[in-house]
T-cell receptor
Framework: AQSVSQHNHHVILSEAASLELGCNYS??????LFWYVQYPGQHLQLLLK??????LVKGIKGFEAEFIKSKFSFNLRKPSVQWSDTAEYFC??????????FGPGTRLSVLP | DSGVTQTPKHLITATGQRVTLRCSPR?????VYWYQQSLDQGLQFLIQ???????AKGNILERFSAQQFPDLHSELNLSSLELGDSALYFC????????????FGPGTRLTVL
């Protein structure tokens, strides 16, 4: 069965610090990868997705992620975080519609 | 605002009862997905419907069922409720079958007492 792990449960950063959130998945076939964000009290929103092509994908709000197939990883990065990035971040994977698996989430707290 | 609406926002009920959660997808979206978010299980995919037909099934209990109606709205029915069913239930919609981009609703918070 597919599974998704996220390295950190809770990350605390100061504004302007760089961010990297780890995500690893277990599935040997072709997958589609996503990062979703859930701001406090709000619904899930798509940050970025990878289907094929350039393994470095850019999303909204300055986020990017790199797909490294050999490492089964899809880490999320942002060069300089803002207080407004405080949220919970979910990595997710689907193998062409057979299932959609979310990671456990990483809570990001950005201190002003 | 994603364009996906869910009702009710909150639901409090007792063990053994049955409830129905409703989801209206974005205009034109044919796929509807249901998810459960709880503290111990995280976010779990339950079921997907596309244009009225069930297309994918995740960790959905036998006590739970769903359907999608001709107007494309969907309902999730939860029966014989247990304390552990307390959770936030999200629905999402997307234009196609391929899980490309899902737009999530605000969720229904279910509390089972």
């Amino acid at each position: 069965a597919q599974s998704v792990s996220q390295h950190n449960h809770h990350v605390i950063l100061s504004e302007a610090a760089s961010l990297e959130l780890g995500c690893n998945y277990s599935y040997g076939g072709t997958v589609n990868l996503f990062w979703y964000v859930q701001y406090p009290g709000q619904h899930l929103q798509l940050l970025l997705k990878y289907f094929s092509g350039d393994p470095l994908v850019k999303g909204i709000k300055g986020f990017e992620a790199e797909f490294i197939k050999s490492k089964f990883s899809f880490n999320l990065r942002k060069p300089s975080v803002q207080w407004s990035d405080t949220a919970e971040y979910f990595c997710a994977v689907t193998n062409y519609g057979q299932n959609f698996v979310f990671g456990p989430g990483t809570r990001l707290s950005v201190l002003p | 605002d994603s364009g996906v609406t869910q009702t009710p926002k909150h639901l409090i009920t007792a063990t053994g009862q049955r409830v129905t959660l409703r989801c209206s997808p974005r205009s034109g979206d044919l796929s509807v997905y249901w998810y459960q978010q709880s503290l111990d299980q995280g976010l779990q995919f339950l079921i997907q419907y596309y244009n009225g037909e069930e297309r994918a099934k995740g960790n959905i209990l036998e006590r739970f069922s769903a359907q999608q109606f001709p107007d494309l709205h969907s309902e999730l029915n939860l029966s014989s409720l247990e304390l552990g069913d307390s959770a936030l239930y999200f629905c999402a919609s997307s234009p196609r079958l391929d899980w490309n981009e899902q737009f999530f609703g605000p969720g229904t918070r279910l509390t089972v007492l």
